[in-house]
T-cell receptor, first 114, second 111 residues
Framework: NAGVTQTPKFRILKIGQSMTLQCAQDMNHNYMYWYRQDPGMGLKLIYY???????DKGEVPNGYNVSRSTTEDFPLRLELAAPSQTSVYFCASSYPDRSAGELFFGEGSRLTVL | DQQVKQNSPSLSVQEGRISILNCDYT??????FLWYKKYPAEGPTFLIS?????DKNEDGRFTVFLNKSAKHLSLHIVPSQPGDSAVYFCAASTNAGKSTFGDGTTLTVKP
């Protein structure tokens, strides 16, 4: 049982480049999320999805886009990378209807924009 | 405006003693409060939660206390073990499934 899988684990981008962070979960969770964590800070919600075809902005959505075509996958797209997007990105999933809404996290993707 | 605050960036305790991690919140509409543990280079993992209608929840060495009037919760770890050394995040969630996190407290348990 893999849980939440994120790829890549590490990536270095140049300013203005684009990339997609992949996230997949095999727990049949309806809800999926993307968070970023800057050094010494907590996790900030970027985007979330309550099911296939449904996405919504979180606290810090600028510079990012998402899509949710299947229950399993929730990719995060950076269109024009900026140094301010240097961070560790965590994908998570949950099934709030059956629990306190605890999140299951992937191992994270460390992104550096130079 | 930070809705969930952990005012202590770090805490150091001796093995076998009690660790108390604190968290304050401002939004009375939160339904659940959760604690996550994070080791370096790993994702956070869920530790324990408490419903907004309860004042205590216990799971083994971990107990979470909720004081709604003070908008304050705390995580007690007894006895503390070196393997408990990690960053602990307090989070609060609504029934819409979104969670808001504090900035974390780094716990160091000394042998």
């Amino acid at each position: 049982n893999a849980g939440v899988t994120q790829t890549p684990k590490f990536r270095i981008l140049k300013i203005g480049q684009s990339m997609t962070l992949q996230c997949a979960q095999d727990m049949n969770h309806n809800y999926m999320y993307w968070y970023r964590q800057d050094p010494g800070m907590g996790l900030k919600l970027i985007y979330y999805s309550v099911g296939a075809g449904i996405t919504d902005k979180g606290e810090v959505p600028n510079g990012y886009n998402v899509s949710r075509s299947t229950t399993e996958d929730f990719p995060l797209r950076l269109e024009l990378a900026a140094p301010s997007q240097t961070s560790v990105y965590f994908c998570a999933s949950s099934y709030p209807d059956r629990s306190a809404g605890e999140l299951f996290f992937g191992e994270g993707s460390r992104l550096t924009v130079l | 405006d930070q809705q969930v605050k952990q005012n202590s960036p770090s805490l150091s305790v001796q093995e076998g003693r009690i660790s108390i991690l604190n968290c304050d919140y401002t939004n009375s509409m939160f339904d659940y409060f959760l604690w996550y543990k994070k080791y370096p280079a790993e994702g956070p993992t869920f530790l324990i939660s408490i419903s907004s209608i309860k004042d205590k929840n216990e799971d083994g060495r971990f107990t979470v206390f909720l004081n709604k009037s003070a908008k304050h919760l705390s995580l007690h770890i007894v006895p503390s073990q070196p393997g408990d050394s990690a960053v602990y995040f307090c989070a609060a969630s609504t029934n819409a499934g979104k969670s808001t996190f504090g900035d974390g407290t780094t716990l160091t348990v000394k042998p």
